[in-house]
């Protein structure tokens, strides 16, 4: 068990107190120029001439008096003009821009999000058309029918519940037979499940020319970081929740949540068709995984659906979710 908790953002401290620093300075007047020095004071007086000597000589020449004293300092320059006072308003202007810079930053709950977006579908998220044909790995398998811009889906080869072939897609229609990403997440480091995602391990693997450089980082920090063990609080066979749903709970995050779009009975977006109806409860009856995958990290290109793995769900209130919209189904 877990608790689905946002990273908190860098502290924001130091660029207060680098703000607050620097305010002084701009308030403190320039500094006045250096006074002229005073003038040079006049020569001294000659000295006397000697007397005449016995012999009739002319006495010596007396030396040059002593030089006059050095002038006093000139005035001190006048001050320079006062800085601009800066206002409270300023300096709480400040903070909120730094604030919003760092919050611009993106954490890992947000690539973790955004990468269990791409996971589910990195086309439909990236804004990018389908790609043509099937994917390079695609002829390995035979079971699975779907084809095309299907078989690029990470979830189509390694399950919603990241297991691949012994989880949930283990059989029916969806199995293809390949491994999960579950063990890879938890055992290798970041880099080299960038390297698989860019064909480092398998060249029919490279998705580096399709999935941005952004894109690809957030996909990693997801299989490094996000991945769910959903069989701890979802029973296989039933595909009921193990722990004892508190259904008060469920419907509170519910209406805060989902009612939103989906309204208070469900029912308000269908993902099929009218003759053939598919509504949100149906989806967490009938594949919970997806369910909760979706539930935590957001729908693809939806940027209205709130992911909740950033709002710091433990997996009791996603079991109360789960339970209350699993009983919104006819």
Known sequence: MQAHFAKPLRPILMIVLGILFVIPLACQGAEGEDGHAGPVGPPGRPGVTGLEGNT???????????????????????????????????????????????????????????????????????????????????????????????????????????????GAYASGSHFTGFTGVMR????????????????????????????????????????????????????????????IPVMANGETRYTRTCAGCHGADGKNLNFKTVATPQYLGDIAVGNPWEFLHKALYGQPGVSGMPPVSTRGWSDQDLTDLLAYVQSLAD
Request: charged share 25%; with cysteine.
């Open 56 to 166: 009739g000589g002319p006495g010596a020449t007396g030396g040059a008096g002593p030089a006059g004293p050095v002038g006093e300092d000139g005035p001190q320059g006048p001050a320079g003009p006062q800085g601009a006072a800066v206002a409270l308003a300023d300096v709480q202007s400040m903070v909120d821009l730094a604030v919003v810079n760092l919050a611009n930053i993106d954490s890992d709950a947000d690539k973790i999000a955004l990468g269990g977006r791409l996971y589910d579908n990195w086309m439909l998220e990236s804004g990018i058309e389908a790609l043509p044909g099937d994917h390079p790995l695609w002829s390995d398998q035979t079971t699975n029918a779907l084809t095309e811009a299907a078989t690029f889906r990470c979830k189509e080869c390694h399950g919603w519940d990241y297991k691949g072939e012994t």
């Open 184 to 243: 890879a997440g938890k055992t290798m480091s970041k880099d080299d499940l960038v390297q698989v995602l860019r064909g480092g391990f398998n060249a029919n693997h490279d998705f580096r020319f399709d999935i941005s450089r952004k894109n690809l980082d957030a996909l990693a920090t997801f299989l490094d970081l996000g991945l769910e063990n959903y069989s701890e609080f979802i029973d296989y066979d039933t595909k009921l929740p193990r722990q």
